[in-house]
């Protein structure tokens, strides 16, 4: 019998022994002793370890204590930056809205930004395109706070915060439904504006949630800031201070929480932030009740952004004027949830042979860019999303590459845990918040 590729053999008094091994696994183990050393390598992972995806932990343990970590990642990936070389501009945000798939319209939004910034077309963005663009994007903040609170409430054990969470998060996507037709994935933000208008049923829908949800945010601190054992799971936990934070690259509220406020939307204004009032919370110390309270207060600020921005949404077009960037399907909500609106399709099809012609060129072939390559940045809800955009002059990207925050977090991972117990590492990971879809992307 030959030994497999991913095993090894060896000869013992008992016969033939096949260990399994994986990747670097046997590099690992290889420095302890198990015999004359009390220390043990523990492999958590990576089938989710708690909830927060398909993560790897590698943990040098002594007894409970975490003596050394290693993160590993890549187990989720899924090759979207690749196939954006392989698609045309308009078709990349439908591929980079899947990545962070708790942060769609943030995906979209700083994809559709780089792009505009190449094509030079930056000021013949709409008011109303960059209004329903700030309102999305703190809707959606909203919604993937609310998943960082159900899910690490669950992994410490309070696991009526998971209920409570993810009804708000529900009404939140059903809002989304009623604007993109999607609950999530919306390829919503397209270069040039967004790719259809806000019904007004999703206005009264966000009027009742602005009204309700500063009553659910009390119902959590509520349920979870004065209960002993969440207050024992968090405070001083996985203490990361603003040095650390600032030499491993961390953005984002796990920085904030660090005290130092620097978030993009105050500090380089993108989408008319710098015309809106609101605060940048902060705390002292560093740890998972900091970041707790952070994201918290980050909720309450986004909703009075959300209700700036509902008053100041005038009626006017959401895609640039140009025919040869804006999109030309002019989608409607319909009986299937998204598609084309009848009266465009009937002029297209029965009355204009020019727009059938610029219909089908740009569905299919899509723009050119002009030659170039440009870095945008914006504050999504796990700190900084870049996107560094190279366009070759064709009507596909030569490079899209993100600068993901849930990657660049996820080094600070050993810091925060070594010297720590097993059970805060679980604290520790999910205060950092990340996606795997994201990282891995």
């Not at 008011?127 to 669950?154: F, K, Q, Y």
């Not at 918290?296 to 025919?323: F, I, T, Y």
């Amino acid at each position: 019998m030959s030994t497999p590729s991913y095993a090894t053999e060896r000869e013992t008094t008992e016969g033939r022994v096949f260990t399994v091994t994986g990747g670097d696994w046997d590099q690992v183990v290889s420095g302890t002793d198990p015999i004359n050393d009390e220390r043990i390598v523990v492999n958590m992972g990576p089938q989710h370890p708690s909830t927060h995806g398909v993560l790897r932990l590698i943990l040098e343990l002594e007894g409970e204590t975490v003596r050394e970590m290693r993160s590993v990642v890549g187990y989720l990936h899924t090759g979207i930056e690749k196939n954006l070389e392989y698609r045309n501009w308009v078709q990349g945000s439908t591929f980079v809205t899947r990545m962070d798939y708790l942060a769609p319209i943030f995906n979209e939004t700083a994809y559709a930004l780089a792009v505009e910034k190449l094509l030079g077309i930056e000021e013949q963005i709409t008011d109303r395109a960059t209004t329903i663009r700030v309102l999305m994007m703190e809707l959606n903040r909203i919604s993937s706070h609310l998943v960082w609170l159900a899910t690490t409430g669950m992994e410490l054990g309070a696991i009526s915060i998971m209920l409570y969470g993810f009804r708000e998060r529900e009404y939140i996507l059903e809002i989304f439904e009623l604007i993109t037709g999607l609950r999530m994935n919306h390829a919503y933000v397209r270069p040039g504006g967004v790719a259809q208008d806000v019904p007004d049923e999703a206005i009264v829908k966000i009027r009742r949630f602005l009204k309700e949800m500063p009553k659910k945010l009390k119902e959590y601190e509520d349920l979870l800031s004065g209960q002993p054992i969440w207050v024992e799971r968090t405070k001083n936990v996985a203490v990361l201070d603003v040095t650390a934070c600032l030499a491993l690259g961390v953005t984002g509220p796990v920085l904030r929480s660090a005290g130092l406020p620097w978030d993009l939307r105050k500090t380089m204004p993108y989408c008319g932030y710098e015309t809106y009032e609101f605060d940048v919370p902060t705390h002292p110390d560093g740890d998972v009740w900091g970041r707790y309270q952070v994201r918290l207060a980050e909720m309450r600020e986004s909703l009075k952004l959300v209700e700036q921005a509902l008053d100041r949404l005038k009626p006017g077009p959401v895609m640039v004027a140009d025919k040869k960037i804006a999109w030309p399907a002019q989608l409607a909500i319909g009986v299937d949830g998204m598609g084309n609106s009848l009266e465009h399709v009937a002029k297209i099809m029965g009355q204009s042979m020019e727009s059938l012609i610029h219909h089908f060129k740009l569905v299919t072939e899509g723009f050119r860019v002009p030659p170039g390559q440009v870095y945008v940045a914006i504050e999504a809800p796990r700190g900084e999303l870049g996107v560094h955009a190279v366009s070759d002059g064709g009507t596909r990207p030569y490079r899209v590459h993100y600068r993901e925050p849930s990657f660049v977090n996820l080094q600070a991972l050993p810091a925060m845990a070594e010297g720590g117990l097993i059970a805060d590492v679980i604290a520790g990971g999910a205060s950092l918040d990340p996606v795997m879809g994201g990282c891995d992307r």
